[in-house]
Structures are given as C-alpha cells and as structure tokens.
C-alpha cells in the first residue's frame, strides 16, 4: 500500500474515495478502483472499468484529493 503521495508505476491499482462524510471531507474508505498504465508530466493515467458506463482511460494529477492510494500488487 502508498498513499497519495506516492508516484505510482505501471500496473498498480489506483483507489479513489469520492464518498465525503457529513463534514464534507473525505470518508477513507475506496469507492472505485482502476489501473495504473502510466505517469508523465505530473499526472498519473489509469484504466477504469464503470466510468459513465464504459471502459476508459482517465487521468488525474498526482496527489489528487480523491486519489486514497495505491495497490501494490507482488507482479
């Protein structure tokens, strides 16, 4: 496991908490999940499946608020 602080490689899970809790901060626990494929220029880009429905490569800046951290599987 690294938290968000850490600059992920190719093939690590991404986690994302998007729930906020009635404070409006974030509730620590992981909502959606996709794959790390690769980092360049400050953001990191991922594979998501169910994103709008699909399967699709996104992005995010490194560090992100809603980046919870990462998975680091034994590849």
Known sequence: WA??????T?????FFDWDKEETGGPDSR?????????VENGRVY???G???DSC????YPLGY???L???IPAY
């Open 10 to 14: 190719p093939g690590m899970i991404i």
């Open 50 to 52: 169910n994103s709008s």
């Open 30 to 38: 992981s909502d959606h999940v996709g794959i790390v494929v690769k």
């Open 65 to 67: 608020y809603e980046i």
């Open 69 to 71: 951290g990462y998975g």
């Open 3 to 8: 938290d968000n602080s850490a600059e992920p």
């Open 46 to 48: 991922t594979i998501e």
């Open 56 to 59: 699709r490569e996104r992005s």
